[in-house]
């Protein structure tokens, strides 16, 4: 499982939080991710069924302890 909002992978087993959206379970990295996702969920969602290029890490800062 990725975020969906930052591409990190094997967020399942270590996942902050999780959501549920259209029948899709989503894992986050951190709370930050979450909350971006819960902001656009339609947006972050169709990325990954798109399975579209997600950023990198490096390509932003959340600027907080724990994420990423």
């Given at each position: 499982m990725k975020d969906p909002v930052c591409g990190m992978s094997g967020v399942e087993k270590s996942a902050v939080a999780t959501m549920e959206w259209e029948g899709v379970q989503y894992g986050f990295c951190s709370q930050?991710?979450?909350?971006?996702?819960?902001?656009?969920?339609?947006?972050y969602a169709r990325k990954d069924k798109e399975h579209s290029t997600h950023h990198k890490h490096d390509d932003h800062a959340h600027g907080h302890k724990g994420c990423c």
């Open positions: 930050h991710c979450y909350n971006v996702f819960s902001k656009q969920p339609e947006k």
